[in-house]
């Protein structure tokens, strides 16, 4: 048998056993663990990859539910975070790009009232975090506990988490973030390739090494799946074979975080939500507004729901997940739609002596989310939730100044690229992959996906796409004479848009 057959039959072996005497009977309810991965598009079992080795989340997809149409705000690491745990844009909640090195982008510090661990916190829950974290003020997405992890192996990430995850000590229902590394890109390249540019390992170990704890599972380049937006290259599939790689070890990490709460009793006391930052780190999905960067995986096993095994095609995103979070504890004022308890922002900075002379606000007070809990999916997988999808980027690193605006429904996608005459900046790490230098080197006619090099480094005002018949986003309508009343209609959603989610770029309209 080989072994990739071999870890899938041991992997769904360990989910659906019985797995011994409960240690913990009289642990609390309604515990959350929040799953959320680096650069992983929806490449896995469940949504129909037939490459893709993830029974783990399979197996929760199998007892839960699966969101077609689940989508990032913006591509972005730092970014797209501010987004999960703050339930607001990141052109609201100020953290514009990277949190790191001299990037510094940091969050308004009155986002604090409507910030992720300290809402649950307030709602009642003892809460920790592991793995990549990202974002700023640590004051504002403050959790109780950290837990030291190695973010390029789950298995450990599951193991430094079990204490946690069973202390019976405090007898509040636990919130755990749990944030890997994997897949983005890291750890150097692959020197054993016989390809003259050499594939990104994605935080593999070179030379077809494993992790400690870690069955890893390798890939044919030859049987990858390569998406639409990509070139089919040896250079392609030789990154994406160590990207499939790294997605695996993901889930032999969810495989043991399951055991963990099955052997404390706690499986069915707790709800899991599994989805990822953005798409793949590959060019024409990360850092872009394109399907390829926002379109990611959602899949939540709520142990309270009557109905397992089932799919939704309600649009959600990324907004949506802390006021559903914290609707799922109980904490959520669904009419005002804030927190029960909100925190009285000015008493306490006052109280802490920090942040009392700062803009904490940007001119507007931290009242609501911009996102909505879709619990109601969960009960009720036909619900419709948004009618049109928003998307907002900025910066990636300080050096990527390009802001794009997005309005995406069922039927009609557009892209204002408000710096068009500008040549599309590129993240360090995707302009040195070999899938992109292989093509960047024959010039600007060679293919790239459905563009072409030269396409996609300088960008039209606006892209048009009518991606309910043409959902790669291959022929942009934006120019076209029989398509100008939609983009007319659709530039018009995409000001009110910006108007309801307090858009600074609105005026851009009227400068530029």
């Known amino acids: 048998m080989n072994t990739r057959r071999r870890f899938i039959l041991v992997a769904m072996t360990c989910l659906v056993a019985h797995l011994g005497p409960a240690t913990v009977a009289d642990a609390a309810e309604r515990n959350v663990i929040f ?36 989508y990032a705000t913006t591509a972005s690491c730092s970014a797209s975070r501010s987004v999960v745990m703050s339930g607001l844009h990141n052109h609201r909640n100020g953290q514009f790009g990277h949190q790191h090195h001299y990037h510094k982008f940091a969050s308004f510090h009155d986002v604090a009232a409507l910030a992720l661990p300290r809402v649950m916190q307030r709602a009642g829950y003892r809460t920790a975090r592991i793995g990549k974290y990202h974002v700023a003020p640590e004051a504002v997405y403050h959790y109780e506990t950290v837990i030291q992890g190695n973010g390029r192996n789950a298995v450990s990430m599951a193991e430094a988490s079990a204490d ?15 944030a890997t590394s994997d897949p983005h890109r890291g750890g150097g390249v692959d020197r054993s390739s016989p390809l003259d540019l050499k594939p990104n390992l994605f935080g593999n170990k070179p030379k077809r090494g494993e992790h400690e704890g870690v069955e890893e599972v390798f890939f044919d380049p030859a049987d990858v799946v390569v998406p639409s937006f990509l070139p089919d290259t040896p250079e392609t599939r030789s990154e994406l074979a160590q990207y499939y790689q790294s997605c695996a070890r993901i889930d032999q990490g969810l495989a043991r975080l399951v055991q963990i709460l099955r052997d404390a009793d706690l499986y069915d006391k707790t709800m899991i939500v599994f989805t990822s930052d953005h798409g793949m780190a590959f060019a024409g999905g990360k850092t872009t507004v394109y399907e390829g960067g926002l379109r990611v995986p959602m899949v939540v096993r709520d142990p309270y729901q009557s109905r397992r095994g089932i799919e ?103 892209i ?3 710096a068009h005459p500008l040549p599309y900046p590129f993240a360090s790490d995707l302009w040195a992959a070999s899938s992109w230098q292989a093509q960047w080197a024959k010039g600007p006619d060679a293919p790239y996906g459905t563009r072409t090099v030269g ?23 934006a120019d076209s004479p029989g398509h100008a009343e939609i983009l007319e209609r659709y530039q018009g959603k995409l000001k009110q848009l910006q108007k309801q989610y307090d858009d600074p770029w609105i005026m851009k309209w009227e400068y530029e």
Not at 164 to 178: A, E, G
């Open 35 to 70: 799953v959320i991965t680096d650069d992983e598009s929806p490449t896995l079992g469940c949504y129909g990859d037939p490459v893709a080795v993830t029974p783990a989340i399979d197996a929760i997809a199998a007892d839960g539910v699966v969101f077609r149409n689940a």
């Open 164 to 178: 946690f995850i069973t202390d019976s000590s405090d007898d509040r229902p636990f919130f755990l973030y749990f």
């Open 312 to 414: 939704s095609d309600a649009m959600i995103s990324h907004i949506d997940i802390t006021p559903t979070l914290l609707d799922f504890a109980g904490g959520l004022d669904t009419e005002n739609n804030c927190p029960k308890d909100i925190i009285n922002v000015k008493k306490f900075w006052k109280e802490r002596g920090e942040a009392e002379q700062e803009n904490r606000d940007g001119g507007k007070p931290f009242d609501h989310y911009h996102g909505r809990s879709w619990m109601h999916c969960l009960a009720h997988p036909d619900d419709a939730h948004h009618e049109q999808i928003f998307a907002s980027h900025t910066f990636h690193e300080i050096q990527m100044y390009y802001p794009m605006r997005v309005i995406r429904d069922a039927k009609y996608k557009l």
């Open 416 to 418: 204002w690229n408000i």
């Open 455 to 477: 396409q996609y480094v300088q960008r039209p005002e606006f892209e048009l796409f009518d991606i309910a018949d043409d959902p790669n986003e291959s022929n942009n309508l």
